[in-house]
């Protein structure tokens, strides 16, 4: 999921359903839970993300950690 947002730019739900083939609501999921932990922000800011409102909205990764998170990824 962090791949499919990528590191600089900001992506909309739809697009990111695209990259990764997941089911809305599992994706709406797993979004809330990644904003929750704080890792991704969305565009406007929620705390929340409702099925309705995810393909609509985009996400981004939170700066604060885009350095530990890039690390992680290509450590593999």
Not at 64 to 74: D, F, Q
């Amino acid at each position: 999921m962090v791949r499919a947002i990528g590191f600089t730019q900001t992506m909309i739900g739809t697009e990111i359903q695209d990259h990764t083939r997941m089911e809305p609501d599992d994706l709406t999921e797993t979004l809330n839970s990644l904003i929750s932990a704080g890792f991704i922000e969305s565009v406007p800011y929620s705390e929340e993300i409702q099925l309705a409102e995810m393909p609509v909205t985009a996400f981004e990764l939170n700066p604060a950690y885009t350095h530990e998170l890039r690390k992680a990824l290509y450590r593999r």
